[in-house]
């Protein structure tokens, strides 16, 4: 007679040591397993719990900033090392952690100073918080924007301490309503946001920051994406079409922004940050404010910024992810799907042009023309589930769409395996 008692959570969890789980977590997985009645489908708990850390994932989505793939894919340099984070090498005495990267402000995008924090939402709440207290910070009523993820414009400015002062209408701000609301309140500076992630047509018209900068008060423009420099002398050619009118920091600095705030991790292609940035007086008043302490970024990415920034410098956008895949011809794209079609060599599986996107709440209906794999049916799932890498990829009228252009080119082999056992 077979025992039928459950196996020990002990010998289980011993049993799942390829797993490459930690004991704790192996203990967990055999624990549910014996508790829901699941011993044979252990190993698969302990996928689903693998699953559940943050792990890397190939990006099939044609989204080139993914938010759910944490946007731009960046490189972290890895061996264990001290930094001088904090130190002033010259004097051996501490330093600023915001010194790097505010030094290279200047020659990146034309700003005196910069610091970094965490995100572009902390961004602006620092800058209402350390230069509107109490005060009024005036806005276009066509710019109280939310970008996606709640991040709603009037509700970061409530939790600053500034006053919103809500300036013109919905469609149509001009350059007296600013005139007129200053008059009438105490506005400490203005702020121009970006709408990035939608456009209003029509009967419409916002101020310009030009327009802004006649008014004698501090204009702080929040660009988001981060787009350092119109000209993009970092590419090979001119400036690709999909970028029209996207707002760039140096551009924006020069048309009479005293501040600039945007993302790293949108068109810079950095890590997740923020950056303020702009006239040297304003970015250190920011700087000194107690919250500066509580949004400052670690070290990670203040070394993963600074090799984002020294790529621009060297004008090597190939060095920069985003702009790699960005800026890959398209024929480059078919070739690769064509390579990858042929190695899966099933009539399920055929190449297909496509539309990449921009993403991350930046250049709503632009695309960047790519190329993929279209497999006949639906197995976004199961690419989804492939070990140990899951593929993401797009359901499109009942078929399987795997973009090529953000696939990084040594995962092109990974894709075909994971293709083949997909239609096998
Ligand atoms: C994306 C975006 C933000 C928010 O940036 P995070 O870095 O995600 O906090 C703020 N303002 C604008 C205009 C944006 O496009």
């Given at each position: 007679m077979k025992d039928q008692r459950p196996p020990s959570v002990d010998a289980l969890a011993r049993s799942l040591?390829?797993?490459?789980?930690?004991h704790p977590l192996r203990v967990e997985v055999a624990r549910h397993a014996i508790a829901e009645d699941r011993v044979q489908q252990v190993e698969g708990l302990a996928r689903e719990r693998r699953r559940r850390l943050l792990i890397p994932v190939i990006n099939g989505?044609?989204?080139?900033?993914?938010t759910n793939l944490g946007r731009s894919p960046v490189t972290v340099n890895s061996p264990a090392a001290y930094a001088n984070v904090e130190l002033d090498l010259t004097t051996g005495q501490r330093g600023s952690r915001q010194r790097a990267i505010g030094d290279l402000a200047d020659p990146a995008f034309g700003a005196e100073d910069a610091i970094v924090v965490n995100n572009c939402a902390a961004a602006l709440l620092l800058v209402l918080a350390a230069l509107a207290p109490g005060r009024g910070a005036a806005v276009s009523r066509g710019e109280l924007v939310e970008i996606g993820g709640a991040f709603r414009v009037p509700d970061v400015m409530r939790q600053s301490g500034a006053q919103l002062i809500e300036v013109g209408t919905t469609n149509r701000t001009r350059i007296s309503d600013f005139r007129t609301a200053a008059t009438a309140t105490d506005m400490a500076l203005v702020l121009s946001v970006h709408q990035s992630n939608y456009r209003i047509s029509g009967f419409s018209e916002q101020t310009t920051v030009a327009e802004l900068a006649t008014l004698g008060l501090p204009v702080v423009a929040?660009?988001?994406?981060?787009?350092?420099?119109?000209?993009?002398?970092?590419?090979?050619?001119?400036?690709?079409?999909?970028?029209?009118g996207e707002p760039a920091a140096r551009q924006t600095i020069e048309s009479g922004a005293d501040l600039v705030i945007f993302s790293g991790d949108k068109l810079l292609g950095g890590p997740q940050a923020g950056i303020i940035a702009g006239r040297a007086d304003l970015v250190r008043t920011c700087a000194g404010h107690p919250l500066a302490r509580a949004l400052r970024p670690g070290g990670l990415v203040l070394d993963a910024l600074q090799d984002t920034l020294l790529s621009y410098l060297r004008r090597e956008g190939d060095a920069i992810p985003f702009w790699r895949m960005a800026a890959l011809p398209v024929a480059h794209v078919l070739a690769r799907a064509e390579a990858i079609a042929a190695a899966v060599g099933s009539d399920r599986v055929s190449t297909i042009s496509t539309e990449a996107v921009p993403g991350?709440?930046?250049?709503?209906g632009r695309t960047i023309p790519s190329a993929g794999l279209r497999l006949k049916g639906d197995h976004t799932t199961a690419l989804r589930n492939n070990e140990p890498v899951p593929i993401i990829a797009r359901l499109h009228e009942g078929h399987t769409i795997v973009d090529v252009r953000t696939v990084q080119p040594e995962q092109d082999t990974v894709v075909a395996d994971a293709l083949t056992s997909a239609l096998s």
């Open positions: 040591e390829s797993s490459g789980l930690p989505t044609g989204t080139l900033l993914h929040d660009i988001g994406s981060g787009l350092l420099d119109a000209a993009c002398p970092w590419l090979q050619g001119p400036p690709p079409a999909w970028l029209q991350g709440g930046t250049l709503p």
